[in-house]
């Protein structure tokens, strides 16, 4: 429980997560390092590692082998599927993507996955994660039915049967790159059922105003990637970020 311990204190005592998405398959181990101490040094409370295509097996060990060795922030696993586990990272966001239509990314992911978890030291932390529109890469790979981003009770309906089945956070991604991020109202009436439980929410989150437009609609945790691949200061850029989400 160290490390979602740890997300949930930064939450109560500091406002809103933020944390940094490195997919292995976008640069070298090398630099995957470079990006996660800037991002640290801006701020950045937990370095996160996944991605939907390429980000399994040696590049994925390496990745987290480097990140480690430049910083001391937890690593969590973000799997696109079983390939996504590496036994070098701290945790993983143990999740089922509800609205899916293919099992495959439901369940069987889970199962195919879980011994190995169980055999490492991975601290497992459970989430519903669900795809809203527009989606990207991972509404396509992860075959999900997305969310229309006008129909918060689709949301809502979602995140509580991921509630009422156990999982302690919930993540609202509306995909990598996305040109928007979830809406407030979205993201508010998420989090009015989810009560104490975390909200997670990511895709499209680019600047100070959308990160703050998220975290005062309820966002408990924002996740920026596509920013640290495109800015030309990374430190600084996730300073506005966190700026603008800590109490
Ligand atoms: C993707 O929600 C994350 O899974 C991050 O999205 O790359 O748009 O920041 P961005």
Redesign the pocket.
């Known amino acids: 429980m160290q490390v979602e311990q740890y997300l949930d204190g930064i939450v109560d005592r500091q406002g809103t997560v933020h944390l940094t998405?490195i997919d292995p398959a976008s640069q070298s181990p090398d630099r995957a390092a470079d990006i996660a101490r800037l991002a640290v040094a801006g701020g950045t409370d937990a370095i996160i590692i996944g991605g939907s295509t390429g980000a399994s097996g040696m590049v994925l060990d390496q990745t987290l082998i480097k990140i480690k060795e430049h910083t001391d922030v937890p690593t969590i696993l973000?799997p696109g599927n079983a390939g996504g586990i590496s036994v070098y990272a701290d945790a993983i966001f143990f999740m089922s993507l509800l609205n899916s239509r293919d099992v495959n990314y439901i369940t069987t992911n889970q199962a195919m996955g879980a011994p190995l978890v169980y055999r490492s030291d991975i601290e497992p932390i459970s989430m519903a994660y669900l795809i809203v529109e527009p989606g990207g890469t991972?509404g396509w790979v992860g075959d999900a039915k997305l969310i229309p981003k006008d129909k918060p009770e689709i949301a809502v309906a979602y995140s509580l049967a991921g509630k009422y089945m156990g999982m302690h956070y919930t993540y609202l991604?509306?995909?990598?790159?996305?040109e928007y991020p979830v809406t407030p109202a979205m993201i508010g009436a998420v989090k009015h059922v989810l009560g104490d439980n975390k909200l997670i929410v990511?895709?499209?989150?680019?600047d100070a105003r959308d990160a703050e437009q998220c975290a005062a609609a309820g966002a408990d945790m924002i996740?920026?990637?596509?920013?640290v691949e495109e800015s030309t200061d990374i430190r600084a850029k996730i300073e506005e970020l966190v700026m603008a989400i800590k109490k």
């Open positions: 998405l973000f991972v991604e509306a995909g990598s790159g996305a990511g895709g499209g989150i680019r996740v920026t990637g596509t920013i």
